[in-house]
């Protein structure tokens, strides 16, 4: 039980940084073109509607993806992602870490199995030495794990309420009957060739709606309530109808599914709810706008169609994956007031000039904060330090060749003064970096030992300070002696130390340094007294 805890909290890890990093990120970006939007309420309706649609779009952008023209890339904080899925492999003990480490050449212990260190670990566990079940309780999940899986839930919910919402419309349109023929449907047919639309929708006549409405993806199809044909004149369902049609011509459908499916995710940020308000109030401007910017009626008549499809067809609209054409009274009255504005520019399209400046804000405001460091498992892009050693443990090689880097200076034959260079920071910091695990080893062990390597003159200095040094561990001159040895003839400065290793008390530093003198060749013979 605590494996899939433990991952389910380093899961909730990772989903709070990129919720609570979001969340904010779109609160600002959507309060801020909310009151944009309201103060510039006289605006060509597609800009106005397609500037929520980039603050709506915001919660759907990654969070901490960066680039250099984004805002929130250049300021704010920058969070370091670290993936707690390694802290498992933290917890284990110094013995554990050494016998997880595959065995270099330096050492001659035989590396066991991974499987018989983690039957050993398990065995060794005070959780796992109590023999009572009853007794061994698992740790409690952590608070952010708890909102992670409220979070599920309410996104679950919300899917499940719209998929039944769908399968009723799917009911209700089985039940309703096409119209394929007559006055009507050649009114119809009409308007779609002049919308110049991709696919005709199919026209639907229903008794169990109250309100126009227009829904499908992949089957496009406009409904009419059966009121609508019996009581409204056919040049009044003719601006019905169109209205509904420029619902597909914009392309609406597909940006009020992506609104369902953010509202899923968002369920809980009041931002979202209210930009998707916004945005149905706005979407009805902008088909109202189409119709009179194309002259298919007048200010005065489309005043009369509103006003009589609000008294005549009263309901709302069924779900929200279809767009309606009448409203309550209450915004009907602000369609009414706006339409009847004859100062305000009619469009049915956003003009150049708005799209360049809607590409550029989109350039600010989508790209997310910067992140530093990103750490995850199989990722590691730099070395990472293996964790502390409990204090009760021995001195590693670790820290005595960091106490030996930072307080003596590296023998080179000359003194030094109280600055090391940087070439030889590097070769104590390259030296350091071999000692990570060996899954890590793998993948840059070629290229940091030649960078190594080629770090002349100072490595083979530093390397014989370590060989010489009877205080290091073990470990640590095994792992100079190797590095001579992978330097060939490079190495015959250190002839002198490498003679007197020959006789170490280490037969695997011993081993080491012959092999060394073999791959400097004769020149070696000559130097053995």
């Known amino acids: 039980m605590n494996v899939p805890m433990e991952l389910l909290d380093a899961k909730a890890e990772a989903w709070w940084t990129c919720v609570f990093h979001a969340a904010w990120q779109g609160a600002l970006v959507g309060g801020v073109l909310v009151m944009v939007i309201h103060l510039g309420r006289r605006w060509p309706g597609p800009l106005r509607y397609w500037l929520l649609t980039l603050a709506l779009l915001k919660f759907a952008f990654p969070p901490l993806l960066p680039v250099p023209t984004g805002v929130f890339s250049a300021v704010g904080p920058r969070p370091i992602m670290r993936e707690r899925a390694l802290e498992p492999v933290a917890r284990f003990s110094p013995v554990e870490l050494d016998a997880l480490e595959k065995t270099p050449r330096w050492t001659a212990e035989p590396m066991p199995s991974f499987a018989d260190v983690e039957r050993q670990t398990v065995a060794s566990s005070p959780r796992n030495s109590i023999s009572s079940p009853a007794l061994q309780s698992a740790p409690p999940l952590h608070w952010k794990t708890w909102l992670m899986l409220a979070h599920a839930a309410g996104g679950l919910a919300f899917l499940s309420w719209l998929v039944w919402q769908v399968s009723r419309l799917s009911r209700v349109a089985r039940r309703a009957y096409g119209l394929n023929q007559g006055e009507l449907y050649e009114q119809f047919s009409l308007l779609s060739e002049q919308f110049a639309l991709r696919r005709r929708p199919r026209l639907m006549v229903s008794a169990q709606i109250h309100t126009p409405i227009a829904f499908g993806l992949l089957r496009p199809t406009v409904m009419l309530p059966a009121a609508v044909v019996e009581k409204l004149p056919l040049s009044e369902v003719r601006v019905i109808l169109a209205h509904e049609l420029a619902h597909y011509q914009r392309g609406d459908l597909w940006v009020n599914w992506l609104q369902l499916l953010l509202l899923a995710v968002w369920w809980f940020h009041p931002v979202v709810w209210l930009l998707n308000r916004a945005l149905r109030q706005v979407r009805e401007d902008c088909c109202d706008d189409f119709l009179l910017a194309q002259g298919l009626t007048s200010n005065e008549a489309y005043c009369d169609v509103l006003v009589r499809a609000a008294a005549e067809l009263s309901g709302k609209v069924p779900i929200g994956a279809t767009l309606g054409f009448a409203e309550q009274m209450h915004p009907l009255g602000r369609r009414v007031a706006r339409i009847m504005d004859r100062t305000i520019r009619r469009c049915h399209r956003v003009p150049a000039l708005g799209v360049l400046a809607l590409l550029a804000l989109g350039g600010l405001l989508l790209p997310g904060l910067k992140s530093q460091e990103t750490r995850s498992i199989g990722k590691e892009t730099g070395p990472r330090a293996v964790p502390a050693r409990s204090a009760s443990s021995s001195p590693t090689a670790q820290d005595n060749l960091e106490a030996a880097t930072t307080t003596e200076p590296l023998r080179t034959g000359t003194i030094r003064g109280p600055e090391e260079s940087k070439e030889s920071k590097s070769a104590a910091e390259l030296f350091k970096q071999l000692d990570m695990f ?26 014989i300070q370590q060989l010489e040094d009877q205080n290091q561990p073990v470990e640590a001159r095994r ?51």
Not at 438 to 463: I, W
Not at 500 to 509: G, S
Request: no cysteine; proline share 8%.
């Open 438 to 463: 060996q899954s890590r080893l793998k993948r840059s062990h070629a290229s940091l030992l030649d960078e190594f390597v080629h770090l002349q003159p100072s490595v083979v200095p530093f390397l």
């Open 479 to 529: 792992k100079a002696a190797w590095l001579l040895s992978e330097m060939g003839a490079a190495a015959r400065p250190a002839l002198p130390t490498l003679l007197k290793a020959l006789e170490d008390d280490d037969a695997q530093v011993a081993q080491e340094a012959a092999n060394v003198l073999g791959a400097i060749g004769p020149e070696a013979k000559t130097a053995i007294p």
